[in-house]
């Protein structure tokens, strides 16, 4: 995508200061390599977020409403960007729809509320993925695209051809009827978990494939569901069959796995129309 | 109420054989005594469920249209009432629709759509309840309000003029938009939570409230949360101002506190408008 200066503000919790070295040693070693600016309001602290609503819709609108910054990267999930994405949306300024918005898991709250203003959005890996053992090859995929457009970043099922979204699967399910929810008509939705019984996700997947809106999609791709908390007794169905039932019952296309995840393998998925070639079929 | 015959159904998770000798003690202790029949369902074994999804939808219809059943009193929550509501709901026949239904917790997303298709239902201890600490007192406040239609059963702020209902918060939030939501306009909405991290219920009350259905309701009243899961940070808000900070986002009216929860206080409920004068205002 050619970004040259990309703004990291943290929209849920706060990003640690000893994260930020290692990000830019990614970046550096980018050619050319391109400038980061993490926001002062990354750092700040107001019980489980980074800073009290009003200061992180601040420094979000102080990015996006800045025609230096050609992307906006958000610092990392945990919870918080649904308590501002209304309010941000409605402060966007013109320039706002000339950049590119990349996260993924909580942050589809906002990304969701920004595709629908017509802004480019992609579910991707963020800076506090750095955390994660070989942590540097999640943050080097996300740069890779934003500057160079690496199609070797790209979920690979990806078709130029057909339009696709990629959300956390409870985040999904709690912005469906709001002001939040993107139009996803015709669109491949491509699901991923986390730390989630395997009975929530039962449930989470009876209100997302039940909601009419979701009824029009292309179809469901199922990303990786990690981090399984205990089920008592054993659920008796596998993440996959709880997918491949519910799309059976709604009637919407069981359309395979996805590339996607809370881990460093973690994909990109451009919302939309997919501006780059896959590397596979 | 006047229930002589009450059937029991499980249509979430299965019911342990040792509890029904204790449920019985409670229903012979009353004068008249109701009799229980507890459906061979209630103790399946299908993974997370008593049973599969027909077996339990079947044992539903099996009280929900045998007219010698005066009520339906579901065994215990857990999950599992949203995989089979659907296709209950389409095979009531018109027997159905003069009974009463109770429970609440999993079993909301069943009493949602009964509610839609004209049942009478309500919100109040379930069978399995017997198993907390004075847990016949919950029992037979059940009890007392199905068969005697006791007032002192009923939650105290009941208002005969207003309607009202009342649902776990994830529960209510993940049938919001489905075929199972009921249509609340001018009902008070009383919502309880457990075992959940206030950061959940704060995007769950996002969700919740954010739904152009709900605006719709007369106001919400919060019940008990309990077991809140450890939040890393502390939230920094408490329950009630994370439900206050809602309403007052949303423009909903914020009533007060409710008094139900997951515990033996658990207060009875009834959807639509209550037939008996509250104990105190």
Chains 1, 2 share one sequence.
Request: proline share 6%; glycine share 10%; aromatic share 8%.
């Amino acid at each position: 995508m050619g970004a040259k200066l990309i703004g990291i503000v943290a929209p849920a919790s706060r990003l640690e200061q000893s994260m930020v070295e290692a990000v830019r040693a990614v970046a550096r070693a980018m050619d050319p390599a391109p400038e980061l600016l993490f926001h002062p309001q990354c750092f700040l602290s107001s019980g489980h977020f980074a800073g009290d609503d009003e200061a992180r819709a601040r420094a979000f609108l102080d990015v996006a409403n800045d025609p230096n910054f050609d992307a906006l990267w958000v610092a990392r999930g945990g919870y918080g960007s649904a308590r501002i994405a209304e309010s941000v949306i409605a402060q966007l300024s013109a320039v706002a729809r000339q950049k590119v918005y990349l996260g993924y898991s909580d942050a589809g709250a906002l990304l969701g509320g920004l595709y629908r203003a017509g802004c480019r959005v992609a579910h991707g890996p963020m800076p506090a993925d750095i955390l994660r053992d070989r942590g540097e090859t999640a943050v080097a995929r996300a740069l890779g695209w934003l500057c160079r457009g690496d199609s070797l970043a790209l979920e690979p099922s990806l078709d130029p051809g057909v339009p696709a979204a990629a959300y956390n699967m409870i985040v999904f399910s709690q912005i469906l009827g709001t002001p939040l929810e993107p139009d996803l008509t015709g669109h491949v939705l491509m699901l991923e978990e986390v730390s989630e019984h395997l009975y929530a996700m039962d449930r989470t997947m009876f209100h997302i494939t039940s909601t009419p809106s979701v009824r029009r999609v292309a179809g469901i791709r199922l990303g990786r569901v990690s981090d399984v908390l205990p089920n008592e007794p054993a659920f008796g169905e596998t993440e996959e069959e709880i997918v491949r039932h519910w799309c059976e019952v709604s009637g919407i296309a069981w359309l395979g796995r996805a590339d996607i995840g809370h881990d460093v393998d973690n994909k990109i998925v451009p919302f939309g129309r997919s501006p780059y070639p896959s590397r596979a079929r």
